[in-house]
């Protein structure tokens, strides 16, 4: 997959004459039509190609009505052209992937991290679902249409990538204490793609430092076939708040949902050794949890409850309790060292975030006391995949560190 940055128009012209595409189907929206999909329109003309174009309200969901409407509208077609950011992109990637033809995207906001993904975020049945689909053959960026794309985007396309901070600490966690397999090479190019935006913040490359952070990190997701180096438990909070119809973008979330996720790696940082020997003898009280996954995941608790009640029992085995402790004082030192490396920017972040306006207190996007206490109890069993709240769950301290915030 080719992602151009120079002349996209011109460049977009070619590899449509190159490839031989005749009848091209561009998915826009009412914004993304005046902003860019009337030059890419322009352009298939140009090449005297057919251009039919299927645009959307500006608020689409990527649900079954939308794919309806490409099955009800769409002639023959080559190849798909998607000119938006999550949405649009979604329901191009996945009506593309069903017909069964090619596609490519030009972006118009640096807003999540899913432009070079395999697979698509679709709303069915009003649930949110991951669905396989198919990656881009090519990303076209008019970076003009990107620098004026609306702040609002921009942020939380920031807070998606900053979300990879934590992202990466949950991944390197998992590997040393399960020896969960790790690509270093992937971890580290996702990690200068988020310091660099960092550090051009406020600067003239910061957009298309960002845009290209984006990209990069769903380039990397295909390239260990996992949104691992993505996604940790700033996802997994930021998908309860999403099913508790906490309404703003998806990055801004995981963007907030990373503070206080880095509030917690700060907390085992002071945890002295004796502390973690110490809680050998917690146990997880099944009753009290499962109230509180009653009270978090109406009315779907008890599906919750089915899928995580086997690896909650577990935590209160005591040789698998004794092996996790026994690891974890062992490596200690070295946990302690990737903390530190991962939060030299902590203080660099912080400004960031006051720069760009974005939210850094749960009860800005409309979190209320309850539902954020319940939150960090409540995210380990979204997912398995392991992460330092999973952690704090194993040694019944989640609590305590969610009184300190
Ligand atoms: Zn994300």
């Excluded at 030009?106 to 649930?127: H, K």
């Excluded at 069993?381 to 392991?386: G, L, Q």
């Amino acid at each position: 997959m080719e992602v151009i940055w120079e002349e996209p128009y011109e460049s977009f012209s070619r590899f449509i004459n190159k490839n031989g595409y005749n009848s091209l189907l561009v998915i826009c929206d009412k914004n993304t039509f005046d902003v860019c999909a009337v030059k890419v329109k322009e352009t298939v003309e140009k090449s005297n190609r057919k251009c039919k174009i299927i645009c959307f309200e500006a608020d689409v969901t990527a649900d079954e009505f939308a794919l309806g409407k490409v099955l009800f509208e769409i002639e023959q077609a080559d190849i798909f052209v998607g000119v938006g950011s999550g949405t649009i992109s979604d329901i191009t990637r996945y009506t593309a992937y069903k017909f069964k033809v090619p596609f490519v995207l030009f972006p118009t906001a640096p807003s999540m991290d899913g432009f070079a993904s395999s697979v698509a975020a679709l709303t069915i049945n009003g649930l949110k679902t991951t669905v396989l689909a198919s990656s881009p053959e090519a990303i076209f960026v008019d970076m003009e249409v990107i620098e004026n794309s609306p702040e609002i985007l921009k942020k939380a396309g920031f807070g998606d990538l900053m979300g990879k901070i934590t992202a990466l600490l949950d991944w390197q966690l998992s590997n040393i204490l399960f020896e969960e397999k790790i690509d270093w090479e992937v971890l580290r190019i996702v990690k200068n793609t988020y310091l660099k935006t960092l550090n051009s913040v406020g600067v003239n490359d910061f957009c298309k430092n960002l845009l290209e952070g984006l990209i990069t990190s769903g380039i990397m997701m295909a390239r260990v076939n996992s949104s691992r180096p993505a996604s940790g438990c700033e996802h997994h909070l930021s998908h309860f708040w999403e099913y508790h119809r906490i309404k703003t973008y998806h990055g801004i979330k995981v963007g907030l949902a990373t503070l206080y996720v880095l509030r917690f790696y700060e907390h085992f940082l002071n945890l002295d050794k004796s502390r973690i020997h110490e809680r050998k003898e917690y146990k997880v009280d099944i009753k009290t949890w499962e109230d509180a996954i009653e009270k978090g995941f109406q009315p779907t608790f008890g599906s919750i409850i089915k899928k995580n009640i086997e690896r909650v029992s577990k935590l209160n085995d005591k040789e698998f309790r004794s092996q996790v402790i026994n690891r974890l004082v062992e490596k200690k030192e070295v946990i302690d060292e990737l903390i530190r490396d991962a939060t030299i920017v902590y203080s660099e972040l912080i400004d960031a975030y006051k720069k760009l306006e974005m939210p850094m207190n749960y009860w800005e996007i409309g979190i209320d006391d309850n539902l954020f206490k319940m939150s960090f109890l409540c995210a380990p069993n979204i997912r398995e995949r392991f992460t330092i709240l999973h952690l704090y769950e194993f040694l019944g301290l989640t609590d305590e560190v969610v009184r300190s915030f």
